[in-house]
């Protein structure tokens, strides 16, 4: 049986209700799913400890987001990211981060203690925290820190990011660790924020070769998105044979997303998930562990995370989607409330240049894997 | 930005009767391509390792021994810069001359060493580059005004703007980079449209049916 991770609290990693990052997508996700008749049974986890965090950020950033989380004054909280227009500061901060640090790492713990199989974390995937900075709505890095969990017990990891933002923090953070294999699908850099996850970006020391970015044009759609990361990932898993799978399950690569430019549908990210859930099953014995991340269009990100719980259980996909849910977000949606799970085929504008658009990120792909691969064998 | 925001400081000095050996040797060792040469203490030359290898080599109709002097190598009376030069006036003069590195003084004293390497690590602070961060591009028409319109359209919103660089496009208008510390770039691309701006970058999403 997979394991679903969740916990209220998460509910207060808020950045107040104006703010892109909220803890309403989880719960329209949640709502569709117990409207489609599931009974989702979550998991509660501990709030990671403050040792914890220090697992990955320092002693003098830690105490900031405190000393800010406690209604304190912290006059340099700027230069380390907090305070800004991504990252305002809310009281209580500090817990409600570790909250989901907790569930990170708890879903570790499953994996490792319990020999469970499929484990998904229903939030976090903040992979923009540094170590001393605040960055892109993340506080406290999740995923590192889970994933240092996992190879301080043995477990090698690749981590996949499928987030349309670069995983520059997991990255950062990891960048000389050979126990770490990061792949990163985004954007490229050179349209949407951080601006990092050039292909160049190889590693360094012992960790040369394992940090893999796949910088994708603007307006990249599913099918050269698929071409890709077929390409890719699989040569990567063969080569680098992880003990576990580490997901960042964005949903902000899709059309309808208001931050970036990718184009995918959720038809392709079923077909990302199945891959995904596929490659566990031949690499990892099947252990996999999925966080949430970015995704800002309501109706999509729910859609998406809400197709994600159903093939990780092996349930069957519905076609149409319940009123009763649709009615009572719409008011949320901007536009109408979606009547099926996929979208409508199809869903946008036809995209003008796109056979230049897949000629490229093949290139990119293909001057990856040359690039890596020189550090392989 | 000024010289000594991104000069190296102290420099690496050596004397001018070191032998072209050890001058490569000190270059290995430290992993620098330049060395000001100094007779106590005063500055009498600048000597790269281009410098050397051509000295010794085959190339040359009667190469040096690895046992000359560098004072025979250097090339003398080098140009300085000035630890308060803009950082941009040093880099107009080392790309008129053609020159790799400026020594710095102050009063008289070697006090550090610019080199092209320093100057395009100014060029990613001073784009923000090297900070998370996204970009936008805008041109306007170059009329006065017309960036103090983008300036106060943006210091009407809470952003952190990490650098704004501005150079000409043709006769008619200019074009100007903006790095944002920001995720939230698409809707500041989508409001400055709105306010008539014409934003070349991000480009514009096709709409979803
Ligand atoms: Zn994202």
């Known amino acids: 049986m997979p394991s679903v991770i969740y916990h209220p609290a998460y509910r207060n990693y808020s950045f107040g209700e104006q703010h892109s990052f909220s803890p309403l997508r989880v719960d329209i996700m949640l709502d569709l799913l117990e409207s489609l008749g599931h009974r989702v049974e979550t998991i509660e986890p501990e709030p990671a400890t403050r040792q914890d965090i220090l697992g990955v950020h320092s002693d003098y950033y830690v105490r900031r987001v405190e000393t800010l989380s406690a209604g304190g004054d912290v006059p340099d909280c700027a230069d380390y990211g907090l305070g800004t227009p991504d990252n305002p500061i809310f009281p209580g901060m500090d817990e409600a981060a570790r909250w989901l640090v907790g569930g990170a790492l708890h879903g570790a713990r499953l994996i490792w203690e319990k020999g469970e199989k499929r484990v998904l974390q229903l939030g976090g995937g903040l992979h923009h925290a540094l170590r001393n900075i605040a960055s892109g709505f993340c506080i406290y890095n999740d995923l590192a820190i889970a994933i240092n969990w996992l190879t301080g017990h043995g477990l090698w990891v690749a981590y996949i990011d499928i987030d349309v933002h670069h995983g520059d923090g997991v990255q950062q953070i990891l960048y000389d660790d050979k126990r770490v294999m990061t792949i990163s699908f985004h954007e490229s850099g050179q349209y949407l924020f951080p601006g990092t996850g050039e292909i160049h970006e190889l590693g360094s020391g012992a960790g040369r070769g394992l940090k893999l970015n796949v910088p994708l044009e603007p307006f990249t759609e599913g099918e050269s998105y698929l071409e890709v990361f077929d390409q890719v990932v699989p040569a990567a898993l063969r080569q680098f044979r992880p003990g576990v799978l580490v997901v960042q399950a964005g949903a902000d690569a899709h059309f309808a997303d208001p931050l970036a430019d990718l184009m995918l549908a959720t038809r392709d990210y079923e077909a990302i998930f199945r891959r995904i859930l596929g490659w566990a099953d031949e690499f990892t014995a099947g252990r996999v562990l999925f966080t949430l991340g970015g995704g800002y269009s309501f109706s999509a990100a729910a859609r998406v995370w809400a197709l994600l719980y159903l093939l990780i259980h092996d349930l069957p996909l519905p076609t149409d989607l319940p009123e009763v849910w649709r009615s009572r977000w719409s008011r949320i949606f901007d536009g109408q409330p979606p009547a099926a799970l996929h979208d409508p085929n199809p869903g946008h504008a036809e995209i003008p240049n796109r056979e230049e658009i897949a000629h490229r990120n093949r290139q990119v792909a293909k001057r990856l894997l040359e690039a890596a691969s020189h550090y392989w064998f | ?209």
């Not at chain 2, 040096?64 to 080098?78: F, W």
């Not at chain 2, 998370?132 to 170059?142: A, F, Q």
């Open chain 2, 1 to 209: 930005m000024l010289v000594r925001d991104i000069m190296s400081s102290p420099a690496v000095s050596i004397p001018p009767a070191m032998t072209l050996e050890d001058a490569y040797r000190m270059m290995q060792q430290k992993g620098i391509r330049h060395l000001p040469v100094l007779d106590e203490g005063r500055l009498v030359g600048v000597i790269t390792d281009r410098d050397l290898r051509l000295a010794t080599s085959t190339f040359v109709r009667s190469p040096l021994s690895l046992q000359g002097r560098v004072s025979e190598v250097m090339c003398g009376e080098p140009m300085t810069a000035e630890a308060g030069d803009p950082v941009e006036d040093v880099a107009f003069r080392m790309r008129e001359r053609k020159i790799g590195c400026l020594p710095v003084m102050d009063d008289g004293q070697l006090i550090g060493i610019v080199t092209g390497v320093d100057l395009l690590d100014a060029l990613l602070r001073m784009t923000g580059v090297n900070k998370p961060s996204g970009r936008l591009e805008v041109r306007l028409p170059d009329h006065p005004g017309e960036l103090a319109r983008l300036t106060s359209f943006l210091s009407h919103r809470n952003l952190n703007v990490h650098s704004i660089l501005t150079y000409p496009e043709g006769r008619d208008s200019t074009r100007t980079v903006l790095r944002i510390g920001s995720i939230e770039t698409r809707a500041l691309a989508n409001d400055l449209r709105r306010a008539d701006f014409e934003v070349l970058w991000p480009p514009e999403k096709p709409c979803p049916r």
